[in-house]
């Protein structure tokens, strides 16, 4: 059994330089709102999404002919990542999970707060505190290296969604074509965080209406938790569980004996070290694979809102089923992801 404890806090608010330097090759683009935050998309692409407007397309070959080797730019600077940082991985893939749940997919998570501002950003809202820094080094490198091969052209949500994929494929799991042509939003708020991300202690009705919100479906909701088969969460995520369990002073009877065990060893009930985490799946916590489900059948799921998924009717067939075909699950899961990463983006002027 591993367990990882983080030294280090990242720094949040220093991230993320070269997105804003885009400003400058953007003539047309305007910034009047003085309490709003400015991330320029650098193809002038930063507009507000407006649900009266005509219908937007994302398309696998959108910048074929202003940035045929985007997909390669960032693959390089994805493999050295993931070599260099593994966490990078998962990190960047709640990163996207995050953006697509909060305003659409428009890279507005990346947006840092003004300094002296009241209004903060989404990524200083208090669900956003524990996305690792990888995730947005991850971006910073790969726009800094799009920007000098294809200044001006290339959303930063639609580097999100490529190299999300990128950490997926690199983990052990599906490739999938990604489609692009997303808007960079330029509003960033996090007084938007708080209804629009899913917490730990959700029952399945509860993720169920925020999924079908995001137009995503029952299967979207089992399909795409999936994605925590490789990461890390902090003790504070799942500690009443191992102690007073739904206010019962119990541990919750729905976690396997040894794993609470193990985790009370990391976690406990008072005065514990707020860095410590523990692995998602304790056997392979950096690979991208189907155990997820496996896990939640043997009572090893990390988070109440995971093991829910095994012990409500309505998804613990699909929960079943994916714990035995790893192909199905993949391909699943590459579908999902095409529909999480088209949340609001369909819909820009
Ligand atoms: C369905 C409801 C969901 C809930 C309640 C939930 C909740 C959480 C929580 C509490 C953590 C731990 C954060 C920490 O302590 O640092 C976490 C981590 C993570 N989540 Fe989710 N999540 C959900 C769905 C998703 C989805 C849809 C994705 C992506 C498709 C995703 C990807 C991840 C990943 C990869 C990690 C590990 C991050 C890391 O190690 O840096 N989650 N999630």
Same mark, same amino acid.
């Given at each position: 059994?591993?367990?990882?404890?983080?030294?280090?806090?990242?720094?949040?608010?220093?991230?993320?330089?070269?997105?804003?330097?885009?400003?400058?090759?953007?003539?047309?683009?305007?910034?009047?709102?003085?309490?709003?935050?400015?991330?320029?998309?650098?193809?002038?692409?930063?507009?507000?999404?407006?649900?009266?407007?005509?219908?937007?397309?994302?398309?696998?070959?959108?910048?074929?002919?202003?940035?045929?080797? =985007? /997909?390669? @730019? +960032?693959?390089?600077?994805?493999?050295?990542? !993931?070599?260099? *940082?593994?966490?990078?991985?998962?990190?960047?893939?709640?990163?996207?999970?995050?953006?697509?749940?909060?305003?659409?997919?428009?890279?507005?998570?990346?947006?840092?707060?003004?300094?002296?501002?009241?209004?903060?950003?989404?990524?200083?809202?208090?669900?956003?505190?524990?996305?690792?820094?990888?995730?947005?080094?991850?971006?910073?490198?790969?726009?800094?290296?799009?920007?000098?091969?294809?200044?001006?052209?290339?959303?930063?949500?639609?580097?999100?969604?490529?190299?999300?994929?990128?950490?997926?494929?690199?983990?052990?799991?599906?490739?999938?074509?990604?489609?692009?042509?997303?808007?960079?939003?330029?509003?960033?708020?996090?007084?938007?965080?708080?209804?629009?991300?899913?917490?730990?202690?959700?029952?399945?009705?509860?993720?169920?209406?925020?999924?079908?919100?995001?137009?995503?479906? =029952? /299967?979207? @909701? +089992?399909?795409?938790?999936?994605?925590?088969? !490789?990461?890390? *969460?902090?003790?504070?995520?799942?500690?009443?569980?191992?102690?007073?369990?739904?206010?019962?002073?119990?541990?919750?009877?729905?976690?396997?004996?040894?794993?609470?065990?193990?985790?009370?060893?990391?976690?406990?009930?008072?005065?514990?070290?707020?860095?410590?985490?523990?692995?998602?799946?304790?056997?392979?916590?950096?690979?991208?694979?189907?155990?997820?489900?496996?896990?939640?059948?043997?009572?090893?799921?990390?988070?109440?809102?995971?093991?829910?998924?095994?012990?409500?009717?309505?998804?613990?067939?699909?929960?079943?089923?994916?714990?035995?075909?790893?192909?199905?699950?993949?391909?699943?899961?590459?579908?999902?992801?095409?529909?999480?990463?088209?949340?609001?983006?369909?819909?820009?002027?």
């Amino acid at each position: 059994m591993y367990f990882f404890t983080v030294l280090s806090c990242p720094a949040y608010t220093t991230i993320m330089p070269s997105l804003s330097s885009s400003s400058s090759s953007c003539s047309t683009c305007t910034f009047l709102l003085s309490f709003l935050f400015a991330l320029t998309a650098s193809n002038c692409a930063a507009r507000e999404i407006s649900s009266t407007s005509s219908p937007r397309q994302l398309s696998v070959d959108y910048y074929a002919k202003t940035c045929p080797q =985007l /997909e390669q @730019l +960032v693959g390089s600077v994805t493999s050295q990542q !993931f070599k260099e *940082a593994p966490v990078s991985g998962p990190a960047t893939i709640r990163l996207l999970f995050h953006d697509c749940f909060v305003q659409g997919c428009d890279a507005s998570i990346l947006i840092s707060t003004t300094p002296g501002s009241e209004v903060l950003a989404e990524k200083d809202a208090e669900d956003n505190q524990d996305l690792r820094v990888e995730g947005f080094q991850t971006i910073s490198k790969a726009k800094a290296l799009v920007e000098s091969k294809c200044p001006g052209v290339v959303s930063s949500a639609d580097i999100l969604a490529i190299a999300a994929r990128d950490y997926v494929h690199l983990a052990g799991g599906p490739y999938y074509q990604v489609k692009k042509g997303r808007w960079d939003g330029k509003i960033s708020m996090a007084s938007r965080v708080p209804y629009n991300i899913p917490r730990a202690n959700f029952t399945v009705d509860q993720q169920l209406k925020l999924f079908n919100s995001k137009g995503l479906t =029952l /299967e979207d @909701l +089992v399909v795409l938790s999936g994605a925590h088969t !490789f990461g890390f *969460a902090h003790c504070k995520q799942f500690v009443s569980r191992l102690y007073n369990y739904r206010g019962s002073k119990q541990p919750d009877p729905d976690m396997d004996p040894r794993l609470l065990k193990a985790l009370r060893m990391s976690c406990p009930q008072f005065g514990g070290n707020s860095d410590t985490v523990a692995p998602f799946d304790v056997t392979t916590p950096f690979v991208f694979d189907h155990a997820y489900y496996g896990n939640l059948e043997a009572k090893l799921g990390l988070l109440a809102s995971d093991q829910a998924l095994f012990l409500d009717p309505r998804t613990k067939p699909l929960v079943l089923q994916l714990g035995t075909d790893k192909h199905k699950f993949f391909q699943a899961f590459a579908a999902a992801m095409e529909k999480m990463g088209s949340i609001g983006v369909e819909r820009g002027t």
